[in-house]
T-cell receptor, first 112, second 117 residues
Framework: AQSVTQLDSHVSVSEGTPVLLRCNYS??????LFWYVQHPNKGLQLLLK??????LVKGINGFEAEFKKSETSFHLTKPSAHMSDAAEYFCVVRGGGNKLTFGTGTQLKVEL | GAVVSQHPSWVICKSGTSVKIECRSL??????MFWYRQFPKQSLMLMAT?????????EQGVEKDKFLINHASLTLSTLTVTSAHPEDSSFYICSARGAGGFYNEQFFGPGTRLTVL
């Protein structure tokens, strides 16, 4: 079975500083991993996905994530946070039957 | 492309009534649709998977008689919460997966906020 663990439930950064949202995965085979963002009372938007191609994945809005098999990690980063980045972020692993298993989420707060 | 809509976006109902939520894929054919439930400040939990023309497959612990899912066409799936009670209040989100180039990704709807009084 697949699972993901988001290591921080809340992250707070200042605008213009780097963002790091941590995610570790567990999978019995090479996983497909995703990061989604959810703004309040909105649906989910795909930021980026890893599907066994390049280990450094670039997404929308300046986000990127690096798949590290040796560390079973898929951390999300952004060089410079913007106020509009404040939202809930979910790390997700895809399993059999295209089922998605969501992490518990990380609430990102961006302060002036 | 790959837009999924949900209707209504929010609904308030009295305890004991039934509520139907629609999920539509607007510009692709959704061979599979998924229904999720999200409690406040929590993650999404998969409730059921439905393939067009087939009975839905429910996750463990989800009452199939309580949450009726119909996927009658390639662009529409409905979730009916029967005899709703306050504990059914939640944010319900659907996603859709298509064929071909849309196969390997789920596209999410904007969600429906259900409040049962």
């Amino acid at each position: 079975a697949q699972s993901v663990t988001q290591l921080d439930s809340h992250v707070s950064v200042s605008e213009g500083t780097p963002v790091l949202l941590r995610c570790n995965y567990s999978s019995s085979y090479s996983p497909s991993l995703f990061w989604y963002v959810q703004h309040p009372n909105k649906g989910l938007q795909l930021l980026l996905k890893y599907t066994s191609a390049a280990t450094l994945v670039k997404g929308i809005n300046g986000f990127e994530a690096e798949f590290k098999k040796s560390e079973t990690s898929f951390h999300l980063t952004k060089p410079s946070a913007h106020m509009s980045d404040a939202a809930e972020y979910f790390c997700v692993v895809r399993g059999g039957g295209n089922k998605l298993t969501f992490g518990t989420g990380t609430q990102l707060k961006v302060e002036l | 492309g790959a837009v999924v809509s949900q209707h209504p976006s929010w609904v308030i109902c009295k305890s004991g009534t039934s509520v139907k939520i629609e999920c539509r894929s607007l510009d692709f054919q959704a061979t599979t649709m998924f229904w999720y439930r999200q409690f406040p400040k929590q993650s999404l939990m998969l409730m059921a998977t439905s393939n067009e023309g087939s009975k839905a497959t429910y996750e463990q612990g989800v009452e199939k008689d309580k949450f009726l899912i119909n996927h009658a066409s390639l662009t529409l799936s409905t979730l009916t919460v029967t005899s709703a009670h306050p504990e059914d209040s939640s944010f319900y989100i659907c996603s859709a997966r298509g064929a071909g180039g849309f196969y390997n990704e789920q596209f999410f709807g904007p969600g429906t906020r259900l409040t049962v009084l």
